[in-house]
């Protein structure tokens, strides 16, 4: 489904930070990918998710060559990736429900069907009676649920979610990752950045080490 | 539709600023209008008023004889001789009705409102003028009848009334093309104004751009939510604007009517007029919107 071959990344006229980065990442399949801080989790997410071209080497993504395919273009491939955000980036100024409905607004829903949907969603990740907080009011492992919600409203073919247990209590971070395992197996493809040892014990699947730039692929 | 935005861009600052200006340059652009409009309308007044009516201008005698001093006297029993004549042409000529010489003091009198009133210094050569009335509906060709007289009364000349009408004409003319400029110069500085906004918006809230763009959001998604925003603010700017100016206008019909000036008062523009001033607004409003859109749909070409 995607294919990275001697992919590099630099910013600006920067160090790479990515340094021939070659993996093939196959359909509903479920990676972690781990390495010290600064390793560059995020900024391999973000090619994964459409945030940056890299600086070289060549990304095939459903079927397309990246470098072949044009910026009005882009919209229809990011609607089929979900991301949940280190940071959550949720919308302080909209409810919960707002927020999650946002996928589903962008990509034209009708009005009936995103209120049912995301109410769905909402329950699926144990916040049914926060639909109307605004996400100041939340605490973090809620926001953690909005963000997630979020992320797979449009049921993506593609789950990213970088350092999702980041700032939640041990017992709400196995949670989320049966959530995670729930989507992969209805075929979802996730790739989870994440240094939390606990968590990637908890779920024996295969485990991608990023150190310095370098991509190293172990299985355990 | 009417929900919170997206985008946060009810709670920036600039809101209420753009809804001010909006106001301002709907209420200049519509007086200005108005006034180019109570022109025409004028005019229009003025034209009618003179419809059927011609004047024959006797050239003063000329300059060098008016300065010899002695010479005046000769200088004006000839002015005399063809007013004489031109009057026998013009009594005899189908069309006229009626052909009668002005007095000096009829011209002083006109000329009032260039020079001031007063009777006119003796040295200041004026033409003799004669006032011709057409009988109603007759046709006059013009041209045969200057052509007669310029053969009989060399020094006569015809002018269809419009020889105080002339400079007047210009004049409106010129203050129409100002009042042009003006409207033109005020929907430049809207957008102007709307451009700077947007620009100012979009660095505001880039991170959210960003992101809405991450979420499959194309341009058009983005831009829609600015002209969102741009429609309710210059709205209320319009709407606070054009009642400004018709409380205005209302007002200036109001004096114009109490001390019975020339100028027909604000309620007698014609329905086309009025729809033209209702259209400000909407313009307004419009090319706001639009520039809006454009400038977010330029700027957002630059990002990935
Ligand atoms: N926007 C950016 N501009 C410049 N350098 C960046 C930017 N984002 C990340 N970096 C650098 O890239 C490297 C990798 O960062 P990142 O991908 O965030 O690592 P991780 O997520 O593993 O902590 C770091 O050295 C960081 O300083
Ligand atoms: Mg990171």
Known sequence: MIRFENVGLRYGLGPEVLRDVSFHLEPGSFHFLTGASGAGKTSLLRLLYLAHRPSRGLITMFERNLAEVERRELPALRRRIGVVFQDFRLLDHLSAMDNVALPLRIAGAKKDEIRSHVAELLAWVGLEDKVNARPPTLSGGEKQGVAIARAVITRP?????????????????????????????????????????????????????LQAGELKIERR | MWGPLDLPLEKDAGGRLLSLVMAAMVFLAVLALAGAFILDHSLAGWRAGVAGRLTVEIAPGSAAAAKAGDATADADAAAAASVKAALKLLRAHRAVARATPLGRRDIETLLKPWLGAGPLPKDIPVPRLISVRLKPGASLDTAALRKALRAKVPDARLDDASLWLKPLVRFIHVAESLSAAVVLLIALA???????????????????????HLMGARDSYIARQFALHTFKLSAIGAVLGIGAAAAILWFLGRIAALVALPVPPAVHFSHVGWAALAAVPLFAVLLAVWTARLTVRRTLKHMM
């Not at chain 1, 729930?182 to 996730?190: A, D, H, P, S, Y």
């Not at chain 2, 102007?192 to 979009?202: E, I, S």
């Open chain 1, 157 to 209: 073919k593609l789950l990213l979610a970088d350092e999702p247990t980041g700032n939640v209590d041990p017992e709400r971070a196995l949670r989320l990752m049966r959530l995670f395992l729930e989507l992969n197996k209805i075929g979802t493809t996730v790739v989870v950045a994440t240094h939390d040892r606990r968590l990637i014990e908890s779920a024996g699947k295969p485990v991608w080490r």
């Open chain 2, 190 to 212: 809207t957008v102007m104004m709307v451009v700077f906004a947007t620009r100012a918006g979009l660095a505001v809230h880039h991170e959210v751009i960003e992101l809405l």
